[in-house]
């Protein structure tokens, strides 16, 4: 049974920095396209950023200089790395895993390719 659980969420002020972690169970990180994902209040979940199993990473054009995604497959666990966060990074943030073993990262994160998603980790940046 796949399972991710996300943790690393907060409150932090304009400019800081977070990092969101999350575990995975029922599967290997490796063999699959992983992606982050968020949703702000009113607004349509978007993709954020993802990782092919072979390390290729993409990420939206509004974080691809300030946020890093990343895994440790010894642990089966995803990171993103978030710096220099903005008010408009508050949102819930999601991680989730595309279906079908090997299949490649289409090169921006859209909700229809992943089936897996974990019940989220609220980001809240203030000014």
């Known amino acids: 049974q796949v399972q991710l659980v996300e943790s690393g969420g907060g409150s932090v002020q304009a400019g800081g920095s977070l990092r969101l972690a999350c575990a995975a169970s029922?599967?290997?990180?490796?063999?699959?396209?992983m992606g982050w994902f968020r949703q702000a209040p009113g607004k349509k979940r978007e993709g954020v950023a993802s990782?092919?199993?072979?390390?290729?990473?993409y990420y939206a054009h509004s974080v691809w200089d300030r946020f890093t995604i990343s895994r440790d497959d010894a642990k089966d666990t995803l990171y993103l790395q978030m710096n220099n966060l903005q008010p408009e990074d508050t949102a819930m943030y999601y991680c989730?895993?595309?279906?079908?073993?090997?299949?490649?990262?289409?090169?921006?994160?859209?909700?229809?390719?992943?089936?897996?998603w974990g019940q989220g980790t609220q980001v809240t940046v203030s000014t």
């Open positions: 989730a895993r595309r279906p079908g073993v090997g299949r490649p990262c289409n090169p921006f994160p859209v909700v229809a390719d992943f089936a897996y």
């Open positions: 029922g599967f290997s990180y490796s063999d699959y396209c």
């Open positions: 990782i092919h199993g072979s390390g290729i990473t």
